[in-house]
């Protein structure tokens, strides 16, 4: 399922870490460095959001919408290599931006539109590995490209559009662990599917279409927190979902309170931050059960306000 701009969204409703952590695939590590700010992919405002804290001091935001530099649409991910650059997934613009810094400093784009090599349609999810090798998940294309730098050097592409061994059906997020394997939160299908590299080799899919156990209404995150644990947002059942392997055992959920999760992120001391598209905030919560809960975020164009947020960058 492709996420269309948050206004349209609505309409149709209504009819209808520079450590491994901070790279933002590998959340792994036992120590925990403070946090010294968040960055949030305002989706729908097309811009990027930056605080401090949950309270929104130091508020600011970078980007407006469009096509050309220092312009976004259809926010995807956002993540960090390993000398602090962000990466983000312009996904209407169907392409790859790096900056140097929040303030677009360096900006670089890759990426134009169509199905080839150097082509991307709806570049959804973003991951680095330990490499700075780059992934993405392509929504339209029902693949996910490797690359090795934004040059577009080492370009390999897995997957096509299907419900079988090997493809995908609107690949909607991209995360790679500490040994290379790829999981891909497989919206369409209602499924985490994980292979052991770009071939597909050892191809395994947990989940199914539902709202019980182990099941899934347009699953469109996936990561893994500093416990080991995988964490999914689980969109149309309004609800995030943490399993400890691709068996489903240790199976919970968390909905209190959730609109339309669709990301999830864990900072090094195992918090769970929430992006709700459609109520325009962003929760944290202690743990599985909810505890010390908080919200940054009402809907907006202003400061400390949100538009559909796609993702979150904690920072150290």
């Excluded at 919408?65 to 995807?76: A, D, I, P, V």
């Excluded at 602090?84 to 169907?94: C, L, T, V």
């Excluded at 009402?298 to 993702?311: A, F, I, M, Y």
Aim: proline fraction near 2%.
């Amino acid at each position: 399922m492709v996420r269309m701009p948050k206004q349209l969204f609505l309409t149709a409703c209504t009819a209808l870490a520079i450590s491994a952590a901070l790279i933002g695939c590998a959340g792994s590590g036992s120590s925990a460095p403070a946090i010294i700010g968040f960055a949030i992919l305002d989706n729908s405002n097309d811009d990027i959001t930056k605080i401090s804290d949950f309270s929104g001091s130091n508020w600011d935001k970078y980007g407006s919408g469009g096509s050309g530099t220092h312009q976004f649409s259809n926010l995807g991910n956002i993540v960090q290599d390993s000398l602090g650059r962000y990466y983000i997934a312009d996904a209407g613009n169907d392409r790859i931006v790096r900056m140097n810094d929040l303030n677009g400093a360096g900006w670089v784009s890759y990426g134009v539109t169509g199905s080839g090599v150097g082509q991307f349609q709806n570049p959804f999810g973003l991951c680095i590995d330990s490499q700075d090798r780059i992934y993405i998940s392509e929504t339209n294309n029902s693949r996910v490209v490797r690359i090795n730098d934004i040059t577009g050097a080492g370009w390999v592409a897995f997957g096509t559009n299907g419900s079988g061994i090997n493809q995908f059906g609107s690949p909607r997020a991209v995360y790679v662990d500490s040994t290379f394997r790829i999981y891909v939160a497989d919206e369409s299908n209602n499924r985490i599917a994980r292979f052991d590299n770009m071939t597909g080799l050892n191809w395994t899919t947990f989940g199914t279409a539902g709202s019980g156990t182990n099941q899934f209404d347009g699953v469109c995150s996936i990561t893994q927190g500093p416990d080991g644990k995988f964490y999914s947002a689980d969109y149309n059942n309004s609800r995030i979902v943490r399993f400890n392997d691709m068996t489903g055992a240790g199976w919970s959920t968390y909905s209190t309170g959730l609109s339309d999760p669709n990301k999830v992120r864990l900072d090094k001391q195992n918090r769970i931050y929430i992006c709700d598209y459609t109520l325009d905030q962003v929760v944290r919560i202690d743990n599985m059960s909810g505890s010390n809960r908080t919200t940054y975020g009402s809907t907006g164009n202003g400061v400390n306000q949100l538009n559909g947020p796609s993702d979150i960058l904690i920072r150290y």
